[in-house]
């Protein structure tokens, strides 16, 4: 099973700020195969990124994606108020497995 | 735009069989271009993909819980459910189901009902 590592657990940052949220995998993940999610509380997760750094439809483009092999990387470039919820890393290169995630909250 | 939706009991006793259905709006289960999945998350936990049911009925589980869980679908009434057997406290959680594009380079899910708790109490 490939296990996902994300850090930091909790970001705390003010609005407008950056956002470098980190997955890590513990096998390479080949071509890319990383999907993240934002969950806002009381809902379902939301599909924001796949293919490691491709947005989805009617996603924001403060919202980007990198990396490649074991580490990946969610960037939120200026942070508006509802972007403080918490976000999952998830492969799919062999079955499917998700991080534990990275909550970012208002300093 | 297609729409997901769980229902089912919200408490189960334990050793019992857990039952969910998700029905699926504005579009055909049917579909060849989709997996239907089910997904859960433990109270203030992460997320487990549990399995997924293609329309032809195959299914591929999460081997962690392959022994006690069961998927399938009803086309006639664009459903798909789920069944976990020998519930026990940590099979407490809200249960989403969702959908997958077919294709191994496609494993990511999009969109996902909004989710059901199911709490495994006596």
């Known amino acids: 099973e490939i296990v996902l590592a994300q850090s930091p657990g909790t970001l705390s940052l003010s609005p407008g700020e950056r956002a470098t949220l980190s997955c890590r995998t513990s096998q390479s993940v080949s071509s890319s195969f990383l999907a993240w999610y934002q969950q806002k509380p009381g809902q379902a997760p939301r599909l924001l990124i796949y293919g490691a750094s491709i947005r989805a439809t009617g996603i924001p483009d403060r919202f980007s994606g990198s990396g490649s092999g074991t580490d990946f990387t969610l960037t939120i470039s200026r942070l508006e108020p509802e972007d403080f919820v918490v976000y999952y890393c998830q492969q799919y290169a062999s079955s499917f497995t998700f991080g534990p995630g990275t909550k970012v909250d208002i300093k | 735009q297609v729409q997901l939706q769980e229902s089912g009991p919200g408490l189960v006793k334990p050793s019992e069989t857990l039952s969910l259905t998700c029905t699926v709006s504005g579009g055909s289960i049917g579909s060849s271009s989709y997996y239907w999945s089910w997904i859960r998350q433990p109270a203030g936990n992460g997320l487990e993909w549990i399995g997924r049911i293609f329309p032809s009925g195959s299914t591929d589980y999460n081997p962690s819980l392959k022994s006690r869980v069961t998927i399938s679908l009803d086309t006639s009434k664009n459903q798909f459910s789920l069944k976990v057997n020998s519930v026990t406290a940590a099979d407490t959680a809200v249960y989403f189901c969702?959908?997958?594009?077919?294709?191994?380079?496609?494993?990511?899910?999009?969109?996902w009902g909004q989710g059901t708790l199911v709490s495994v109490s006596s």
């Open positions: 969702a959908r997958q594009r077919v294709g191994a380079t496609r494993g990511w899910f999009d969109p």
